[in-house]
Antibody, heavy 116, light 108 residues
Framework: EVQLVESGGGLVQPGGSLRLSCAAS????????MSWVRQAPGKGLEWVSY????????YYADSVKGRFTISRDNAKNSLYLQMNSLRAEDTAVYYC?????????WGQGTLVTVSS | EIVMTQSPATLSVSPGERATLSCRAS??????LAWYQQKPGQAPRLLIY???TRATGIPARFSGSGSGTEFTLTISSLQSEDFAVYYC??????????FGGGTKVEIK
């Protein structure tokens, strides 16, 4: 059974940093591209970042470019999102998703709240 | 950026009735269109990809159609578990897939 489990969310002050993790199981992680997608409270879905299966090709949404860094460790079956210079508008549930495309499996999400 | 527009924003339907949801792209996305279902407090679930192919385990009452810029998700006979928010997503401009704003299907 495919499982994606996010962790690392929490409350952080504006300008702060947070690192999200996504633990994958039930499939050969190194064969799949992955993405982060977020959802602000009561709002729709927004793609954040993409990484190919080897980690050599990476893309970011304009809204996070220069502040967020996506990475992966295929030996640990894990995906990461390093978030720096956080803003109030980054407050959202962050999902990791297996990118086939489209997103055929999603984690349960982790809530990031940016507030003073 | 390809803009995806869903209509209506809210659809009130009685159990057992048919629901028809629309999604329009600002430019052609070919058949690179997916539909997701999201229930409160849960992650989205893939229903349809390639505009018309049901994902694994999705009941036959869900069907998708369309190509280019106009797409439709039809739920043939609404069950209680189908009341949720539905999102379309284009992945023609992959990996910068953009989502529609969602359609909430509520009980009439």
């Amino acid at each position: 059974e495919v499982q994606l489990v996010e962790s690392g969310g929490g409350l952080v002050q504006p300008g702060g940093s947070l690192r999200l993790s996504c633990a994958a199981s039930g499939f050969t992680f190194s064969n799949y591209e992955m993405s982060w997608v977020r959802q602000a409270p009561g709002k729709g879905l927004e793609w954040v970042s993409y990484i190919d299966n080897s980690g050599s090709t990476i893309y970011y949404a304009d809204s996070v470019k220069g502040r967020f860094t996506i990475s992966r460790d295929n030996a640990k079956n894990s995906l990461y999102l390093q978030m720096n210079s956080l803003r109030a508008e980054d407050t959202a549930v962050y999902y990791c998703a297996r990118d086939s495309p489209p997103y055929d499996y999603w984690g349960q999400g982790t809530l990031v709240t940016v507030s003073s | 950026e390809i803009v995806m527009t869903q209509s209506p924003a809210t659809l009130s339907v009685s159990p057992g009735e048919r629901a028809t949801l629309s999604c329009r792209a600002s430019q052609s996305v070919s058949s690179n269109l997916a539909w997701y279902q999201q229930k409160p407090g849960q992650a989205p679930r893939l229903l349809i990809y390639g505009a018309s192919t049901r994902a694994t385990g999705i009941p036959a009452r869900f069907s998708g159609s369309g190509s280019g810029t106009e797409f439709t998700l039809t739920i043939s006979s609404l069950q209680s578990e189908d009341f949720a928010v539905y999102y379309c997503q284009q992945y023609n401009n992959w990996p910068r897939g953009t989502f529609g704003g969602g359609t909430k299907v509520e009980i009439k």
